[in-house]
């Protein structure tokens, strides 16, 4: 009988052992796929302080389209009033030394990569029915992914409105989380915090799912 087991395969106790270790691995490689999120930020940053303001204080000036208040714009200037406090930065909107200009974008869409093919349509005899219907037909293929793209910017100006500090942060990826990004984005933009390096670069995000 155990012969007879062999030739087919594995004895049922190893079979047992090796499915345990199949489902322990699947589920440990599973468990560190879904432990991190990477979100990758571009970045442009241009500084002319060579210290932290003082007094570090600043007021968010808002332009005339952005007088209404709003869901949205209030999360975008608690996020930004949130990442700039974590640089040593206070938001004083009555007499802050240094004037903030702030703005934000968001959008969806479907690249147009050429590996995937869009809707298609055509003509041709229809299956269902008796007789020779013709009319027409629809096709699919692989659609892309739809990618979500997030930007912020900040302005900083002295009293006499010369812009001191300016920043933008951009994503452009297939995940989408409105206030984890705008708040990681703003993060980004501030890193570096009053002597950023010049120019572009990519920061890097490992985050919990």
Known sequence: MAMAQAKRGLAPGHWRHWALGAAAALALLLGGCSSTRIIDNDVQSYST?????EPPT?????????QQ?????????????EALGQVGMQR?????????ELSSYANAYLPNWPH????????????WGWGPGF???????????????????????DAQGQPVYETSAR??????????IFRL??????????????GERRIRHQIQP
């Open 171 to 180: 994503y452009d990826d297939i995940w989408r989380s409105d206030e984890q």
């Open 135 to 157: 009319g027409y037909y629809g096709y699919m293929r692989d659609l892309p992914p739809t990618l979500y793209v997030y930007q912020v910017r900040l302005v900083l100006r």
């Open 49 to 53: 302080l060579a210290a932290m303001p």
């Open 92 to 100: 004083d909107d009555a007499n802050g030394a240094l004037r903030l």
């Open 185 to 198: 984005l703003f993060q980004s933009a501030l890193d570096g915090f009053p002597t950023p390096p010049q």
């Open 58 to 66: 600043y007021r968010i000036e808002r332009l005339p389209s952005q």
């Open 69 to 81: 208040p709003s869901p949205q714009r209030g999360m975008i200037e608690r996020l930004a009033t």
């Open 116 to 127: 995937y093919s869009n809707f298609g349509f055509g003509m041709g005899y229809g299956p």
